[in-house]
DNA sequence: ATATGTGCAAACTCTTTGCATGGAG
DNA sequence: CTCCATGCAAAGAGTTTGCACATAT
């Protein structure tokens, strides 16, 4: 069974508090502000563990760490600032993007990423 | 000035006779074929010069390493296949993509990434 | 002849794992 | 009191860099 560990809460906390997604190391520093002494492995183990769960989702977006968020979201997408690299979410998806896949090919999901300049960074 | 040689040769050609984007590894073991002494560090020594001039650009999809292709290609998107984990080009592109952006972010670039199971592992 | 490019190995970064200790139940 | 979870440190994977030697020009 799963205990409700300080660590645990202090990263759970860090991604009900965050409107986007978070690499490790967001969520380190983030959870640090209540818990100082969590460690970064703790981190990794308990991100396994709350998508083993369902709890988090994987965003794989390129260019830096993994991200996860919170996976009881609706479905969306995400820009990423080529200026300070933070990933924010965009609503709404393009119509027919599973059509484009060739013959033969199966989609059961897909990624859709915007590179660009945040409004902060503009 | 660029020295032309055997082993920048050798990864070149294992882009033009790839149909797909390569990752680091992928290059490294084609140009081997012909350039057997090739080392890693060499491929991605080359990665970034011909990334830099402009001859090859990065493909950072989700999940695996980061891979590159032919920079002079029309447009296209992926598909990366979640049984061999190989990448496929994608024609086309959904219109009005860049129109999902938030206000006051601008959009320079996109990447879509179709995942599923390819015609070979379906 | 000269300076860029290469191969090797060491350094780095990010992530995972082993092990003794700590704390939730 | 038990066991799961944590922190630390070491081990792995992928990538980058320093240095002496090789080679394209």
Redesign the pocket.
Known sequence: ????????RA?RRAFLDAANPL???EVLSRAQGV?P??????V??????LTDEGWLAPVELPGD??RYEIAARPHHHHFVCRQCSQAFDVPGCPPGVERLAPRGFTVDSHELVLFGRCAACA
Request: proline share 4%; glycine share 4%; hydrophobic share 35%.
């Open positions: 069974m799963q205990r409700d560990t300080q660590q645990r990263i690499t490790p190391d818990m002494s969590l460690g970064i492995a703790t990794y183990r308990n991100l396994k563990l760490s993994i």
